[in-house]
């Protein structure tokens, strides 16, 4: 797979897509491009200066998580590499692909649009990491998938056990954090932000709507007005790195 570019996909319930909105690009500074697809259930944001890298989606199913879009010189070519590799076809659209990780999840292959300036930190945050939470029993041949399927990304073992990073070249906006549950359940995904100063980037969230649901050693969870899970976490917002 050849890859220009990734975006993080935020999913929300589809009643709840204006909030949802409203929380993230306040969140992430930034503003919103026209609606897109058949209910208007697409939607970029879009920074001041460089190239976007995040979206949000109404989804008509669920409760809705996160997942990335891969933007790639030949989305057939990059989709046939995926299926080789053991992804599944989900839902094939002109020009366009989505499909499916050995252990469930989505990811989409879209045609490069000449993405190529990584927007900037946004009071000392950074929206730069999705986070696939997975069941034991099918941790170890995810890792495997996603490490393969990106040539030249940067597999290597997290700070704690239970993770895993996959890591982009410099200059690519989005990286992969790979998390083994401690108990057998259908694979999630959620949004992991980097902050210089993780108390004071929660205060801002919780003024902005967000709720706080629980604290780590390194990261604090939250729930966005959408009722989405996302995790604030003690990284350098330039580099990713703790």
């Not at 929300?12 to 993230?24: K, N, Q, V």
């Not at 997975?134 to 941790?139: A, D, H, K, N, R």
């Not at 170890?140 to 056990?161: I, N, Q, R, Y």
Request: glycine share 10%.
């Amino acid at each position: 797979m050849t890859l220009r570019w990734t975006y993080a996909f935020i999913d929300r319930p589809a009643p709840l897509f204006g909030p949802a909105c409203d929380f993230w690009t306040a969140v992430t500074g930034t503003l919103l491009s026209e609606l897109r697809g058949d209910q208007g259930e697409f939607v970029t944001l879009l920074p001041d200066s460089g190239d976007p890298c995040v979206k949000v989606q109404g989804v008509a199913e669920g409760e809705g998580g996160a997942h990335l879009d891969f933007a790639v010189d030949d989305v057939a070519e990059s989709v046939k590499e995926a299926l080789r590799l053991g992804a599944g076809m989900a839902a094939e659209h002109e020009g366009w692909a989505v499909l499916r990780s050995p252990a469930g999840q989505l990811f989409c292959a879209v045609p490069w649009q000449g993405e190529a300036t990584r927007p900037p930190v946004v009071r000392g945050t950074r929206l730069d990491q999705v986070c696939l939470d997975i069941p034991p029993s099918l941790y170890d041949a995810e890792v495997a998938f996603w490490s393969t399927l990106l040539p030249g990304w940067a597999s290597h073992p997290g700070s704690l056990p239970e993770f895993h990073v996959v890591e982009p070249p410099a200059g690519l906006p989005i990286r992969i954090l790979l998390q083994r549950l401690g108990t057998e359940r259908p694979l999630s995904a959620h949004l992991d932000l980097a902050c210089a100063d993780i108390a004071a980037t929660r205060a801002r969230h919780e003024e902005l709507g967000a709720e706080t649901v629980s604290h780590g050693s390194h990261w604090t969870v939250m729930r966005d007005p959408a009722g989405g899970a996302y995790c604030l976490t003690g990284r350098n917002p330039e580099t990713g790195s703790r």
